[in-house]
């Protein structure tokens, strides 16, 4: 599979985006902030550090038995994988899970339709690839979320000089779309990235794919001071990101984080609905302490 060694919202100019699609906000006027930013902001001002897991939907019968206890064991909000064949962002884990949900029969209605049951207290953003969306449409993908309840949606191969067509449907359905800015980001393009970012900006730690690290590499710390410096949106710092230990060293930094793989590899262990809540619960006590 291919392995990008950044993400696309990162990535070069290729071309400019069209004009505003009727029904959303003027050109260069953001909407007011929808469910997602709304709650990590306030959960930012009262002093809590956010943490947010990754799931990949359809793994496993139990899955929403999954999503259910991670939110019961303090997730501030959670991010939902919809399973594609090329997960180009996603490290042999992710893979795995990805490939797993669809032999398994997992697809974007199925986790949709899903998530409509889901009945949790905590917003939703789905993260999948441009493919899904182009294929579909940006008007009906974004309605089809917007429908099923999920708050936002994290398109990590779609760059940020691409992105107005799919943002603009986004926003007037009342999805936020979050973005990606890399350590290689330049301050100008980074600049872009925060001003087109909803939800949240997703700060990458480390350049490469998504997976385990023993260490927190020194660019998560980095990449989450430029962010700060940059925007006012909460900034959590994702990829590489690991263990407690690892999530409050981030945190001294960013706003909080979201952590993928390692709950991935523990459900692909077996660890169940219960096991996911437990680690989430250390998650927590990381930063609650």
Request: glycine share 10%; proline share 8%; hydrophobic share 45%.
């Amino acid at each position: 599979m291919r392995t990008p060694a950044t993400p696309a919202s990162a990535g070069p100019v290729q071309r400019a985006t069209s004009g505003p699609v009727a029904g959303s906000a003027p050109a260069g006027v953001p909407p007011p902030p929808g469910k997602l930013e709304s709650r990590l902001r306030e959960a930012r001002a009262s002093g809590r550090k956010l943490v947010v897991p990754y799931l990949t939907g359809g793994l496993g019968d139990d899955w929403l038995d999954t999503l259910r206890a991670l939110a019961a064991a303090g997730a501030d909000a959670i991010e939902v994988g919809i399973p594609f064949s090329d997960p180009v962002m996603d490290g042999p884990t992710i893979q795995e899970a990805s490939a797993r949900a669809l032999r398994e029969g997992a697809t974007p209605h199925s986790i949709l339709d899903a998530l409509r049951r889901a009945d949790v207290d905590v917003p939703i953003a789905v993260m999948t690839y441009y493919n899904l969306v182009a294929r579909a449409g940006h008007r009906r993908s974004a309605s089809e979320l917007a429908a099923a309840g999920v708050a936002g949606a994290i398109l990590p191969d779609l760059p940020v000089d691409e992105a107005g067509p799919w943002v603009e449907a986004a926003d007037a359905a009342g999805v936020e779309t979050v973005l990606l800015a890399a350590p290689t980001t330049p301050d100008e393009r980074l600049r872009t990235i925060c001003a087109r970012s909803r939800g949240f900006l997703y700060a990458v730690g480390v350049l490469g794919v998504t997976g385990e690290r023993r260490e927190l590499a020194a660019s998560a710390r980095e990449i989450a001071r430029r962010c700060k410096a940059a925007t006012d949106l909460p900034v959590l710092v994702g990829v590489g990101v690991s263990n407690a230990e690892q999530v409050r060293e981030v945190c001294e930094v960013a706003d909080g984080v979201v952590v993928g793989s390692a709950l991935v590899r523990r459900l692909l262990d077996g660890a169940g609905p219960d096991g996911a809540g437990e680690f989430l619960a250390e998650l927590r006590a990381g930063v609650d302490r």
